[in-house]
């Protein structure tokens, strides 16, 4: 069955970075645009970025262009989300997450895109 698997959260100062990983399994993981999200408390699931098959195409957040990096290795199943510069607006629940088709990309994305979730990773960014 499909697992995708998000560490690296925590606790950190304002300005300070952070490097999310997500682990998948239970499908072809090449064949799949996969992405970011994150949900703060009281808030809904909101897009933080996307990467498509091989990188040919990457997008972002406004609030995160220019801190945040998406990127991903085929060849260990993984997406990475390099956080720098982080603000304490950016406290939340990361989730990674898979289109819910293979060979498809889609602008902008919405949450009802992705089928199929992790277990999500704290982000927790102090002043």
């Known amino acids: 069955q499909v697992q995708l698997v998000e560490s690296g959260g925590g606790l950190v100062q304002a300005g300070g970075s952070l490097r999310l990983s997500c682990v998948a399994s239970g499908f072809t993981f090449s064949s799949y645009t996969m992405g970011w999200f994150r949900q703060a408390p009281g808030k809904e699931r909101e897009f933080v970025a996307a990467?498509?098959?091989?990188?040919?195409?990457?997008d972002y957040a406004d609030s995160v262009k220019g801190r945040f990096t998406i990127s991903r290795d085929n060849a260990k199943n993984t997406v990475f989300l390099q956080m720098n510069n982080l603000k304490p607006e950016d406290t939340a629940i990361y989730y990674c997450g898979a289109d819910r088709e293979p060979y498809t990309y889609r602008k902008p994305y919405e949450r009802a895109d992705f089928g199929s979730w992790g277990q999500g990773t704290q982000v927790t960014v102090s002043s």
């Open positions: 990467i498509k098959r091989n990188a040919e195409r990457i």
